[in-house]
Structure formats: structure tokens, C-alpha cells
């Protein structure tokens, strides 16, 4: 009966692995698929403000980049006035994303904001680098790795400045 007993722990053993990886996996991989199937300028911002799924809150911030990327592809109908408020709205959604407590979400904000070329967020950028560790423990380097990027992408005499006191603190050299 031991031996039957044995038998059954290691099966359920092998089956709580196996399951552990194959959600792991899909974890890993669901930032990929569209978690998010909505459009609409107002549910994206609802989701990623308020969503409790961090994944959700990522792919929300992207498909607003995205948007912005799309009112500013020539949409000749879009009035200048609807164009410039919807994307003063998608920077600062994306912007305060900056404050959200999952790292990877941050770090996507941190990369979003380079890409659109949100040079205002530089010094908050620079807040976010500084308390990082503290804030996020272990995942604090990931993201200051994040803002250092898009501090290099903004290129805003702040953001060169911090990048040039980041490289004389760690003694770095160019080679």
C-alpha cells in the first residue's frame, strides 16, 4: 500500500508541474494575444486606469498609442480641434501610468511615453527612476532600464543630464 500511496504523490507531483508550466507559459504569452477587444477611445482608457489585470492595463496603454498614431496618419475628417484634445488625453492617460503599481505596466508608460515623444514627462520620469527600487523590490532594475531608454529616446537637455549623472555614478565607460 505504501508503494501505491508513493505512486499516486509522485503522479500529482508531475501533474501540479506540468500545470504550473503550461500556465506559466500561457501567462508569459498572453501580453501577445489581444486581451483587450475593444477600440473605443473611452473603454481603453476605463481599462487601463482601472483594470485589476496589469496585462489588460499594458495592452490598454498600447492600443492607446496606437490610437494616436492613427489620428496623426491623416485622417483629413478629424477636426484639429477633436485631434489635439483626444490626444492630449491618450498622453496623459499613458503618463499617469507612470504612478501604476505593477512594474510592467510602468515600464510599458516609461516606453510608450519615448515612443510618442512626451518630452513633459522627463522629470517624473526621473522621479520614477530614483524610488524604483523601493518601489518595486526586485523589478525596480527593469524598469529603471526603461526610463534610462526612453530618457535616450526623449532627448531633452534634462534627460541628457540625467543620463550623463547616471553613467558618472556607475563609473561606466564607453568602449
Known sequence: ???YNSMVKFFCCIVSV???MISHSLAANSINNDVVPTDDLQSLHELANRSDNA????QALRKLANK???LNSGEKQVKNAYKTEKIAKIKKTIF????DRNPKVVEESASLIGKLKITKAVRSLINVYGEANKRFGGYGESVRLAIIKTCGTLRTPLSSQFLGD???KTNASVI
Open 1 to 3: 500500500m505504501s508503494y
Open 18 to 20: 506540468i500545470f504550473l
Open 166 to 168: 547616471c553613467l558618472a
Open 96 to 99: 499617469e501610468a507612470l504612478n
Open 68 to 70: 494616436v498614431n492613427t
Open 55 to 58: 496585462i489588460v492595463r499594458r
